[in-house]
């Protein structure tokens, strides 16, 4: 145990340490897992921290086990911080019908105000504030942060940056879910999570957010083209959109060929994590 956390793995990789926690988080009621990697400059000082937002059917392993982003992350000297994407355990309700897309793998790093969810469904003050003072005892300094997601996750690290001017240095995303607010995914969560005010659903739409955003962040989004969420779910070309009226400095790269796995996450996670620590 390191105070409130249970170390419940832990290897070698790339000279630092992969980790795996287990804690108690207020926010959602139930117990979680997530997974720090520390690369060896934490050795002898606190290093700065990448969040890492995960998406869709995910937990805090995908990342950790599939990116291949720990080799740049020990080059760069900087801490990789993995969540899960839901609350977990018994008494935590799950998609009526055992769908993929809504409940459990699924809380879209929102704060549900709608019964049964909000009793556990608190992913964006998870990510916030629990997340956070978990990694306490860790040689971490959280005071240097970034965030960066895919899909679901790519949302969820949009709209957290956006929402919270001097928290991130820096933000990126993988094939965001850039309009929660309008595409099938986002409507079935947040119509489930906040209910029938679509009003209220503005306030998880990076679209609408990047409108009022009093603070420019540097921020990067690949996107592939032959993604197959691209058109109906993903719609990158509205951020353009919104970030072009806005005035906002957003760099939209589309990536000819590559679908929405992590062999696409892979082949850009270096750039990504250089890109971070730059301004970290
Ligand atoms: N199970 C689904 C596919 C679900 C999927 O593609 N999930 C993505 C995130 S989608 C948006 O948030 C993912 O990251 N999956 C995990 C992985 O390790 O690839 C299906 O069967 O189509």
Redesign the pocket.
Known sequence: MMGALELVGESRCFGGRQLRFAHRAASLDCDMHFAVYLPPQAESEPVPVLYWL?????NDE?FTT?AGAQRYASAHGVALVAPDTSPRGEGVPDDPEGA??FGLG?GFYVNATNAPWSAHYRMYDYVLEDLPAALAGLPLDTSRAAISG??????GALVIALRNPGRFRSVSAF?P?CSPTRCP?GEKALGNYLGDDRAAWESYDSTCLIRLAGEHLPMLVDQGEADG?LAE?LRPELLREAAQEAGYPLTLRMQPDYD???YFISTFIGEHIAFHASHL
């Open positions: 995960s998406g869709l059917t995910c995908n599939k993929w897309d699924a895919h899909s679901m996750g790519g949302h094939a879910i995914w969420f779910q929405h796995s992590y």
